[in-house]
Nanobody, 115 residues
Framework: QVQLVESGGGLVQPGGSLRLSCAAS????????MNWYRQAPGKERELVAR????????NYADSVKGRFTISRDNAKATVYLQMDNLKPEDTAVYYC????????WGTGTLVTISS
C-alpha cells in the first residue's frame, strides 16, 4: 500500500528556516512526480511545489519562489522541501502528494511561523 509520511514541521520565527521530508513507500517512487501542498485554516489546499520523476523538472508557486527549494533522493524514496525566509503567511499544514491514476496524500505536518 502507498504511504507518504511527512516530517520536519514545527514552530519557527519569521525569517527562519525549516526542512520538510516526505518518506514514500509502497510504489515505484522514481517513476512519479512528487508534490508539496499546503492548507491554512479556512483556506483551500494549494500547490506549493512539484518535482518531476527524474528531479529535473521543478515548479513553484509564485508565493514561495526564491524562498523554497524542492528536491528528491530517489535512492531513499524521499522528497524534501527546504523553506527559507519563512513568513507568517506560510503557516499551514504541509502535505506530500503524488498521483498514480488516483491521488495519494500524506497526513501532513504543521508549520507555524510566529514570533
Amino acid at each position: 500500500q502507498v504511504q507518504l509520511v511527512e516530517s520536519g514541521g514545527g514552530l519557527v520565527q519569521p525569517g527562519g528556516s525549516l526542512r520538510l521530508s516526505c518518506a514514500a513507500s509502497g510504489f515505484h517512487f522514481s517513476w512519479y512526480a512528487m508534490n508539496w501542498y499546503r492548507q491554512a485554516p479556512g483556506k483551500e489546499r494549494e500547490l506549493v511545489a512539484r518535482i518531476s520523476s527524474d528531479g529535473l523538472g521543478i515548479n513553484y508557486a509564485d508565493s514561495v519562489k526564491g524562498r523554497f527549494t524542492i528536491s528528491r533522493d530517489n535512492a531513499k524514496a524521499t522528497v524534501y522541501l527546504q523553506m527559507d525566509n519563512l513568513k507568517p503567511e506560510d503557516t499551514a499544514v504541509y502535505y506530500c502528494h503524488t498521483n498514480r491514476g488516483i491521488d495519494y496524500w500524506g497526513t501532513g505536518t504543521l508549520v507555524t511561523i510566529s514570533s
